[in-house]
Each structure stands twice: as structure tokens, then as C-alpha cells.
């Protein structure tokens, strides 16, 4: 299916994502780079002084029993995810997100390591059974680290803190295939959505060496995702969003972005699936 001004495709995602047609008004065949160049400004952008980074949300498109999903994922910041997904029934899954920052730059230092857990339900629905639904639930822990110098190195302030985290989030996913062609080549994709609400708390939070009163926040991440067919299972994701905090705090913010950039592969399972 070609990608043009008049082809279904692009009629679709104007009509799905609005942002697109901005994006795309002048040159469809750009819509990709376009895009990534929008959301990585945004995520550079949405930085603040919160000692938390948030790792992506699970989207592993589990459709039935035996299936493995597996990920690696970036971001601006040089935020590592690793994440896998197992489907333990039909309708039960599991999934499972390990997150590492470790970042020397001029003006501010960030060490992370953080770990998530969860179980869910998913399954397919809609006509030829071709949308998937997930709901899953669960916790993290980990320990974060921000320290901010002058351009001399001197170092001016010192946040730390052990965080315990607990989330629960919906993903909804066209299992369908659409496509465009680019390069020479027709490059099939899939797109989604998810929302995810998490409470992290700081049990341990210290300001330049002295502890202090932890803080916790309720966050709102809503966002959207696009994987695009490279070779055989492997896919590339571009992940999305913002988020929100629903308190006001003052080192537990929700400045630091939700973008991503990663490779996907989903085996196993009964082959309907990917």
C-alpha cells in the first residue's frame, strides 16, 4: 500500500492523530523523520530537577499462550530499558522492565537503576480480531542520584534517593498491519496507545548528605506508539508521550520525558500473532 497524499494510510492517521497532518502537509514521505524530530525536541525540552526517570511503558502486543516479547530502548538521555514480556496463558501475561542512567555531563550528573515487575491481562477483540487490549498491573524499586556543578565542577547541590514505585496501565494496539513505501521498499507498521498511572514514593531521600522528608507523587503518563517492520521479528519502536504529576513537589517532579527509541522482537506462541 503506497504512502501518499490520497492513499488510505496517511487518510487514516490524519484522521487518528491530528499531529500528523501538521507534520506532513508539505511532504508525506517525511512523515518518520519528521516526527522523531518533533518528539525529541519535546523531550529535550520537558527536563527538569527531578531525581526520577521514568523507563518506557510495556507495550508487548501479547495475543496468545507461549509468546515472548523483548526489547531494548533508549532516549536522549541515555536512559537504558531492557524489558520482556512472556504470555503464561492465553489471557495471562507477564512483563518486566530493567532501567539504567548513568550520564557525566558538564552542568549535572544522573545515576538510576530501577526495576519493574508486573501481571496483566490480554486479548484480542474487534472485527477479525484484529485490535489487542492490555491491562497490566505491578512495582518497581530502584535508587536515583542527581548532581548538579558549576562549569568549574564544582558541586553545588546533591540529590539522592531509594524509590518504591507501583503502576497500573492499558495499552490498546491495531494488530493490523498498514504500510508505506520509502527507500525503495514497503515498510509495514502497527501503532498504539497507552495509559499508564503510577505512586512512587522516597523512603530514602537525601539532600547533600543529610536526610530529609521523602516525598511522593501520582503520575499520568499517556502515550503512543508506532512499531515499524525492519527484518523477520524484528521491529523498530518509537515510544511517545507526556507526564504528568499530580502533586506539587520539588525533587519527585514529572519533567523528565517518556520518548524512546528501540528494537522489539515477538516470538513464539501459536504464529498468529507477529
Not at 530537577?49 to 538521555?77: D, R
Not at 497490566?136 to 524499586?141: I, K, R, T
Not at 525503495?184 to 498511572?197: D, S, V
Amino acid at each position: 500500500m503506497r504512502l501518499g497524499p490520497k492513499g488510505p494510510v496517511l487518510r487514516h492517521l490524519y484522521n487518528e492523530t491530528p499531529l500528523l497532518a501538521l507534520l506532513t502537509h508539505t511532504n508525506p514521505h517525511a512523515v518518520t523523520l519528521r516526527l522523531l524530530l518533533f518528539l525529541g525536541a519535546s523531550s529535550l525540552l520537558s527536563s527538569c530537577a527531578s531525581v526520577y526517570f521514568p523507563p518506557p511503558a510495556a507495550a508487548p502486543m501479547l495475543t496468545q499462550k507461549g509468546e515472548f516479547s523483548g526489547g531494548l530502548h533508549t532516549n536522549w538521555k541515555a536512559n537504558v530499558s531492557a524489558q520482556g514480556a512472556y504470555a503464561v496463558g492465553e489471557h495471562v501475561g507477564l512483563i518486566g522492565t530493567a532501567s539504567f542512567l548513568h550520564t557525566d555531563g558538564k552542568r549535572n550528573i544522573f545515576d538510576q537503576d530501577f526495576g519493574e515487575l508486573g501481571v496483566g491481562y490480554h486479548t484480542r477483540f474487534g472485527q477479525d480480531e484484529s485490535r489487542i487490549l492490555e491491562v497490566y498491573a505491578g512495582g518497581g524499586f530502584g535508587s536515583g542520584k542527581r548532581t548538579e556543578r558549576t562549569r568549574a565542577g564544582e558541586v553545588t547541590k546533591t540529590v539522592q534517593a531509594r524509590m518504591e514505585k507501583y503502576f497500573a496501565q492499558v495499552n490498546y494496539t491495531k494488530k493490523d498491519r498498514d504500510a508505506f513505501n520509502f527507500l525503495g521498499r514497503t515498510w509495514e507498521f502497527r501503532y498504539g496507545a497507552a495509559m499508564r498511572l503510577s505512586y512512587v514514593n522516597t523512603p530514602e531521600l537525601m539532600l547533600n548528605g543529610q536526610r530529609i522528608p521523602g516525598e511522593d507523587n501520582i503520575f499520568f503518563e499517556p502515550v503512543t506508539y508506532t512499531r515499524i517492520g525492519l527484518i523477520g521479528p524484528l521491529k523498530f519502536q518509537s515510544m511517545s508521550g507526556w507526564n504528568f504529576g499530580l502533586k506539587n513537589r520539588k525533587y519527585l517532579t514529572a519533567g523528565n520525558s517518556v520518548f524512546s527509541l528501540g528494537l522489539i522482537i515477538n516470538v513464539g506462541g501459536d504464529g498468529r500473532g507477529e
